[in-house]
Structures are given as C-alpha cells and as structure tokens.
C-alpha cells in the first residue's frame, strides 16, 4: 500500500465531516496512523520509511504531494499516475483492508479535534521515536520497531 491510500483515507474523513486538515495536521495523522496499525497488527502501513524532520515525522512522498498547500487547508484527493492505463488514479485502502480502515477511523475519531500544531507537538515530547530518532540517534529514518513499542505502549496507557 502507497502513503498517499492512508493519506486519502483521512482527506475523505476530514471533507465528509467538514474539518479543514493542513499538510502538517496530514502527516501527523498518517504517522500516527501508521504506529497503531504497527502496535496492534504488527505490520507495516507502508514501505517508505517514516522521516525525522524539524516538525516532526514525515514520510516524504506526502510531504511532496501537498506542500503547494503550505499552511492552507488541503482541498484535493491525492494522486497516482497509472503508466500502463495512461491516467490519474485516487489510491485508496483497499475494501478487504477492514482492520486497517477500522483502525484509521479510531485514529481519525480521537485526533481530529486536535491542531496541526497540537499533534506537531505530541510527536516532539520527549521519548517519543521522532525525539529519540532526532535528538538521541542524530538519524533521519525513524526505525518502525521504535515507532510499534511506542504506540503499543501508549494504547496500554489508555486501556488503563
């Protein structure tokens, strides 16, 4: 699965319930996204790796489909180009991906409410895997073992 199906599957939440989602709110929620697939279904959202930039987690595929955007909220679908049907395609999750869109409606419910920079911040406490990766390691690449203990440890936090 491409960045860009989870991407799409949050713009579409965020435009049928009327919440503006910015290119910094979008990526903060991919990552986030992305650790509770990997904390409960131990399994990669997708293969490019997830980045440690000045504002937190980024997957850079994303952050290039949308910075024209700037701080504005984003208005269009994220796109693909199939070379082989010569058009432009919306990925999407696919429809037998149910604990994966089940999962990312639950991470849509409880971090909508939240701001770009709210969410920005959540990702720079200390201990986090972007602190540890940007400060501790000195790395860009956010290690996706790093990322599941985090957000295994969190939902423990919560259910408490």
């Excluded at 599957?9 to 990552?31: G, H, R, S, W």
């Excluded at 986030?32 to 279904?41: D, R």
Aim: charged share 30%; proline share 6%; aromatic share 16%.
């Amino acid at each position: 699965m491409e960045p860009v199906c989870i991407a799409n599957f949050f713009l579409k939440k965020a435009k049928q319930e009327d919440i503006p989602v910015t290119q910094l709110k979008l990526l903060k929620l991919v990552y986030i996204g992305y650790g509770w697939v990997a904390a409960v279904l131990d399994r990669q959202l997708f293969d490019e790796p997830i980045e440690a930039w000045q504002h937190g987690p980024v997957v850079n595929s994303l952050y290039h489909e949308f910075k024209h955007y700037g701080r504005d909220p984003i208005t269009t679908l994220g796109v693909s180009f199939d070379l082989e049907r010569e058009q432009i395609t919306y990925p999407d999750i696919p429809e037998d991906e149910e604990d994966i869109r089940f999962i990312l409606t639950f991470v849509w419910d409880i971090y909508k409410r939240y701001s770009a920079w709210a969410l920005r911040e959540k990702t720079h406490e200390e201990n986090t895997p972007w602190h540890q990766t940007y400060y501790d390691e000195g790395a860009t690449v956010i290690p996706y073992e790093l990322i599941k203990e985090h957000f295994h440890d969190k939902i423990m936090e919560y259910l408490e």
